[in-house]
């Protein structure tokens, strides 16, 4: 063999074996976008062969912000060309590719994001629910955030053939309400995740169906949920008592009754109470009894004073971020107190409005805590 052939050989080898295989590293190293995977697989053949063999690149669906996303979904689930119409030569050879090589990957889908998605309606869950039925069976993580057109109706459609769901999150949608949530604790008996934010439309009902049905709930998001009474959040409280993550934000019509309860949330390391204003030190003495909290935002709970930020310090001494932004019955007790439990832990630190701390320049917040990094989270 001459040398000339010895260097094509050798180029046919690259090609052929090694180059698939550096993309393949490189694509689920560096998880690469799912447009760019798809353009991936007009490179060559062997390319297409070698990323298409790999079934973890293609667990997700992502069509989150694009138009036209319900009939995406759709296509991506059905192969829409066959071998009969399909001509190499062709403008229509890319498209070919694309929908064969959905079809034979997203069987096994985990994962959908729909955030911000336009063009989404129930109608298109519908068509999933009867037509694509198998492919949904393992999907773990739904994110239908902001998809304002999908109703109850919608809700049932999907879940009945989710059954693997473990994370659901359809924040900012005024359509769906208690009776979506009956479909999902019905259909769906596995979920960790929910993030009900903005669902103005549930009430208390939810609360108690996702507490009986969901015990070992890790993260739930309630945020501007404005039916639900202190009924309801100590339902979840008493029931869910695994939650690790609990959001809170914009809801001032609690009391101390319901926030006593998260006492019994012994795993919790994450609480928003952003505008919590009926919370007071009383409130704060159950909180400071979840050692495990991490995050916790007190911003504008205007009730609180030292004797609620001094217990805290005193017990939840892993803390990270703190917000006390408002707050004007704290002064520069709280900030001894919490420098002498919580200095070699704490990143984040808003204490402004806090017109009672005097000594919160940068300089002076970083003689006591040495480690902060952030001085204001809220602006």
């Known amino acids: 063999m001459g040398e000339g052939e010895a260097e094509v050989v050798q180029q046919q080898v690259w090609s052929r074996e090694t ?17 760019d995977l798809i353009s991936l697989l007009l490179v060559s053949s062997s390319l297409h062969r070698t990323l298409v063999s790999s079934a973890s690149l293609w ?20 192969l829409v060309c066959s071998n009969s119409n399909f001509n190499s030569n062709s403008s229509s050879s890319n498209s070919f590719i694309f929908f064969v090589s959905v079809r034979t990957r997203y069987h096994h889908v985990k994962q959908i994001n729909l955030e911000f998605a336009q063009d989404i309606e129930d109608k298109h869950l519908d068509i999933l629910k ?52 009956s479909h999902l604790v019905k259909n769906c008996k596995h979920i960790l995740e929910l993030n009900l934010s903005g ?3 549930i009430s208390d009902k939810s609360l108690q169906m996702v507490g009986d049905n969901y015990q070992h ?18 339902h979840i409280m008493a029931k ?24 019994l ?10 505008g919590a204003q009926n919370i007071s030190d009383e409130g704060l003495f159950s909180i400071a009894k979840c050692k495990n909290i991490r995050i916790l935002n007190l911003t504008w709970c205007v009730r609180v004073t030292d004797v609620g930020v001094i217990a805290i310090a005193k ?41 009672g701390i005097k000594k919160r320049s940068r300089e002076e917040l970083l003689q006591l805590f040495p480690y902060l990094k952030c001085f204001k989270v809220h602006s």
């Open 315 to 355: 017990g939840c001494t892993s803390l990270e971020y703190l917000s006390l932004f408002g707050i004007v019955g704290v002064t520069d007790k709280s900030l001894e107190v919490l420098s002498e439990f919580c200095s070699n832990t704490i990143t984040t630190l808003d204490v402004n409005g806090c017109i």
């Open 130 to 181: 009867n037509k694509f039925a198998g492919a949904l069976q393992h999907l773990e993580h739904l994110n239908l955030n902001v998809c304002q057109k999908i109703s109850d109706k919608g809700i049932e459609a999907i879940t009945a053939v989710t059954p693997s769901l473990k994370i659901f999150s359809i924040y900012w949608n005024v359509r769906v309400t208690d009776v979506g949530i």
């Open 240 to 263: 869910c008592s695994g939650l690790k993550s609990l959001n809170l934000y914009a809801l001032s019509s609690f009391t101390d009754e319901a926030y006593k309860k998260l006492s």
């Open 19 to 35: 180059m698939p295989k550096v993309m393949k590293i490189i694509s689920t190293r560096l998880r690469l976008p799912q447009r």
């Open 199 to 201: 669902c103005k439309g």
């Open 265 to 274: 949330l012994s795993n919790l390391r994450f609480l928003d109470l952003c």
């Open 59 to 78: 667990l997700v669906l992502d069509f989150h912000e694009m138009k036209n996303a319900g009939d995406r979904l759709l296509a991506a689930l059905a």
């Open 217 to 234: 709930l890790e993260l739930l998001d309630i945020t501007r949920c404005i039916k639900i009474t202190d009924g309801g959040l100590q």
